[in-house]
C-alpha cells in the first residue's frame, strides 16, 4: 500500500474500501476501539507476570499499559464529546482467529512466543487500519476536526512503537526462535485479514 511502512512486515493489506465503510458508523467504530484499547491495557500488564525476576521487560510492558490506558481514557472522551455512548463489546473476531490458530500451533511452539507476537500483529494491524481511517476521516465530517485527525494520527505512531516493543522483548527473551515463528504468524495473520469480512471496527 503506498504511503505506509508497517512496523513490522504484514503480508495483507486491508482494501481502502474497509475505512469508506467503517467511517459510516463512526459511533459503532469508536465504541468499538474503546474496547480494544481496554484490551490492550490488561494484555500487557497480564504479560508482566511472565517476567517476574526481570527488571527491564516488567518497565516496557508497564509503560506500555499506561499508553494504552491513556488511549482507552481518550477514546472514551471522544466519545462523550462527540455524544455518543459506549456500546457493548462485540469481541473482536480477529483477535479470536489469530488465538484459534495459536491454540492449533504446530508442536513445540512457545506459549509466550505466541502471545508476544500476537501482540505484535495486532499493533501492526491497528496501525495500519489508523493510517487509513485518518485517510478516509479527512473527507468525513463526522470523524473530522483537526483534533481527531490529530489523534488518528498519534495513536497510529504509538501501536508501531507498540509493535515493536512486543518484538524486542520476544527477540529478548526468545532470540533465534524468533524469526521462524514470526514468518509462520505473518502466514496466519494474512490468512486472517483475508479470509474475515469486514466491519466498522478496527479489527
Ligand atoms: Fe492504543
Ligand atoms: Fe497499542
Known sequence: MSGFKPPIPLRAWTPEAWAEAAVQ?????????????????????????????????PVLLSRLAEEEA?????????????????????GSRYAQALMAAKDGRKAGAEPLLDRLLIGSLIEARSCERLWLLEKAARS????????WLDFLLELERCEAGHALTYLRIAEERFGDAVPA???????????????????????
Not at 468525513?140 to 483534533?147: I, R, T
Open 181 to 203: 515463528r514470526l514468518d509462520w504468524w505473518l502466514d496466519r495473520e494474512a490468512e486472517v485479514v483475508r479470509e474475515l469480512p469486514w466491519r466498522s471496527a478496527v479489527h
Open 140 to 147: 468525513h465530517a463526522s470523524l473530522g476536526g483537526a483534533e
Open 25 to 57: 458508523d463512526p459511533e459503532g467504530l469508536l465504541s468499538d476501539h474503546a474496547h480494544n484499547e481496554k484490551k490492550a491495557t490488561l494484555s500487557a500488564l497480564s504479560l508482566v507476570h511472565a517476567f517476574s525476576g526481570e527488571d527491564r521487560i
Open 70 to 90: 491513556n488511549h482507552f481514557r481518550r477514546v472514551l472522551e471522544a466519545l462523550q464529546r462527540f455524544g455518543w455512548k459506549l456500546r457493548p463489546d462485540r
